[in-house]
T-cell receptor
Framework: DSGVTQTPKHLITATGQRVTLRCSPR?????VYWYQQSLDQGLQFLIH???????AKGNILERFSAQQFPDLHSELNLSSLELGDSALYFC??????????????FGPGTRLTVL | SQQGEEDPQALSIQEGENATMNCSYK?????LQWYRQNSGRGLVHLIL?????REKHSGRLRVTLDTSKKSSSLLITASRAADTASYFC?????????????FGTGTLLAVQP
């Protein structure tokens, strides 16, 4: 158990819908990262938050957004869903910021299926 | 693509044998991390090696890093059936405001009992 929790584990929805994925980082970790794993793209970085502020964006679509709350949990919002958004979405957390030697610990993931 | 490459893509060995996986990457790094993933489940952190380290051990795992060649290898000794999984390397690129990870394509390891 990495200490990172994600809910829900599975999500099945229809095209055009909106969903929210939730992540709680390990106790004491200030950084939260979101990654997407799909068969064709592999594991791709989406977005990074540190202590409530956005630090970097990766290959994140405009239909996707995220935020980190004062209690440090994070939510990833996916809207106008398309079939191609079906993937495993992972959240990871680490203690610090760029330049530090921080392991990133991953949650169990949310498997999103868009029908 | 920023993605690193792993080699081989798939590896099948017998229990008790050693397994070696290689990873190449493209940028200067702060560190390189190895993860294991069992059949579409979560990523388990195995080991982190810093850019100024050349070799690191953890139990049956041995990781090497050659920054001049931008490559790393993961050796699993005395493999077990329970080691069957996909293994990914991930690099924390130097510079910038984030320590996002860039993942390799993964090696699928099958250990036959």
């Amino acid at each position: 158990d990495s200490g990172v929790t994600q809910t829900p584990k599975h999500l099945i929805t229809a095209t055009g819908q909106r969903v929210t994925l939730r992540c709680s980082p390990r106790s004491g970790d200030l950084s939260v990262y979101w990654y997407q794993q799909s068969l064709d793209q592999g594991l791709q970085f989406l977005i990074h938050y540190y202590n409530g502020e956005e630090r970097a964006k990766g290959n994140i679509l405009e239909r996707f957004s995220a935020q980190q709350f004062p209690d440090l949990h994070s939510e990833l919002n996916l809207s106008s869903l398309e079939l191609g958004d079906s993937a495993l979405y992972f959240c990871a957390s680490s203690a610090g910021l760029a330049g530090a030697y921080n392991e990133q610990f991953f949650g169990p993931g949310t498997r999103l299926t868009v029908l | 693509s920023q993605q690193g490459e792993e080699d081989p893509q798939a590896l099948s060995i017998q229990e008790g044998e050693n397994a070696t996986m290689n990873c190449s990457y493209k940028t200067s790094i702060n560190n390189l991390q190895w993860y294991r993933q069992n059949s579409g489940r979560g990523l388990v952190h195995l080991i982190l090696i810093r850019s100024n380290e050349r070799e690191k051990h953890s139990g049956r795992l041995r990781v090497t890093l050659d920054t001049s060649k931008k490559s790393s290898s993961l050796l699993i000794t005395a493999s077990r059936a329970a080691d069957t999984a996909s293994y990914f390397c991930a690099t924390d690129a130097r510079g910038g405001a984030t320590n996002k990870l860039i993942f390799g394509t993964g090696t699928l390891l099958a250990v036959q009992p």
